[in-house]
């Protein structure tokens, strides 16, 4: 049975657009309203001519009609039973109920669980403010964490519940790219290696993930990679679960290279290790970021 929503899709009057068009088409607030009607109106769900007009905020009908035919075929489709938002429609209207554009949410010097990883001193302050989630350390201002986060992750959330979406929405973006998925625009991602663009991290050499398609980059560490790999989880299960407990930004491995070993170059190889417990968990990447070997020994006698 074919999908409905394809056959719109799948409009022959969709012509590919330049950028600058397709933003103009948004230029008004009428038009940004009938796309917000559409898609409280359910997804795939269409709604009549008639429904339509009586639920925009307009009384000249000639006007509704002119802006909403600027906004089909690219960003509303038109059937026999009413209107429905395209792709292109919907992830505006996603944008626009996130916040992204139109949203100054921020909260200030708030307590963050965990400690720091530099001075081991359990009194983190947060604050988001202008989009980006900072952590700072009260004891020795060490800067912890200063990464972008979506307004719509502290809307209505108070500062513990935001912390906690957050470390969801890290740990999900990150493991889609691994994958292979851009997080934004589901575009294939291409893994590599970055020096940090800041001199503020404690870390010499970042694992990025590069979408080819609308060009985010997500960062990642490779300490972080490892610390979420199955098999490392397990180890940490086994012999220090205390460890899984902690927030990744309270974790060394995870924030800083101290645990982390440039084996080689040709072919690249970077090794990080965990202690638990007597024994050592070491973790190889190669230039992909795959893991290429993973071993548990008896930790040396030092």
Same mark, same amino acid.
């Given at each position: 049975m074919t999908d409905r929503r394809e056959e719109f899709d799948a409009h022959p009057e969709a012509e590919k657009l330049d950028a600058a068009d397709? $933003?103009?088409?948004?230029?008004?607030?009428?038009?940004? *309203?009938?796309?917000?009607?559409?898609?409280?109106?359910?997804?795939?769900?269409?709604?009549? $001519?008639?429904?339509?007009? *009586?639920?925009?905020?307009?009384?000249? /009908?000639?006007? $509704?009609?002119?802006?909403?035919?600027?906004?089909?075929?690219?960003?509303?489709?038109?059937?026999?039973?009413?209107?429905?938002? /395209?792709?292109?429609?919907?992830?505006?209207?996603?944008?626009?109920?996130?916040?992204?554009?139109?949203?100054n949410t921020e909260m200030e010097d708030f307590d963050v669980r965990g400690s720091c990883y530099d001075c081991g001193a359990a009194d983190l302050r947060g604050e988001y403010v202008g989009g980006r989630f900072r952590i700072d350390c009260r004891d020795c201002d060490n800067r912890v964490l200063n990464v972008g986060v979506p307004p719509s992750a502290a809307r209505g959330r108070d500062p513990a519940e935001f912390v906690d979406t957050y470390e969801v929405w890290a740990r999900t973006r990150t493991e889609q790219a691994k994958r292979g998925v851009c997080p934004v625009c589901t575009g294939p991602m291409e893994p590599g290696l970055s020096e940090p663009i800041r001199d503020t991290l404690d870390i010499d050499l970042q694992a990025v993930f590069d979408c080819t398609v609308c060009d985010r980059r997500t960062v990642s560490y490779f300490g972080m990679l490892a610390l979420w790999h199955e098999d490392v989880?397990? $180890?940490?299960?086994?012999?220090?679960?205390?460890?899984?407990?902690?927030?990744?930004?309270?974790?060394?491995?995870?924030? /800083?290279?101290?645990?982390? /070993?440039?084996v080689s170059e040709e072919p690249f190889r970077y090794r990080v290790t965990f202690r638990a417990d007597g024994d050592v968990c070491a973790v190889a990447f190669d230039d992909t970021l795959d893991v290429v070997e993973l071993s548990v020994e008896a930790a040396a006698d030092e």
């Open positions: 397709a $933003f103009s088409l948004l230029g008004d607030s009428l038009r940004l *309203d009938i796309i917000r009607v559409l898609w409280e109106a359910g997804r795939g769900n269409a709604v009549p $001519f008639s429904d339509l007009y *009586d639920r925009v905020d307009v009384s000249d /009908t000639g006007k $509704f009609n002119y802006h909403r035919q600027q906004l089909v075929p690219h960003y509303v489709r038109k059937s026999e039973d009413g209107y429905r938002l /395209t792709q292109a429609g919907e992830r505006v209207a996603r944008a626009v109920n996130a916040g992204i554009y139109t949203e989880e397990a $180890f940490l299960r086994e012999r220090d679960p205390s460890l899984l407990e902690r927030p990744y930004w309270a974790v060394e491995q995870a924030m /800083t290279d101290r645990h982390a /070993t440039l």
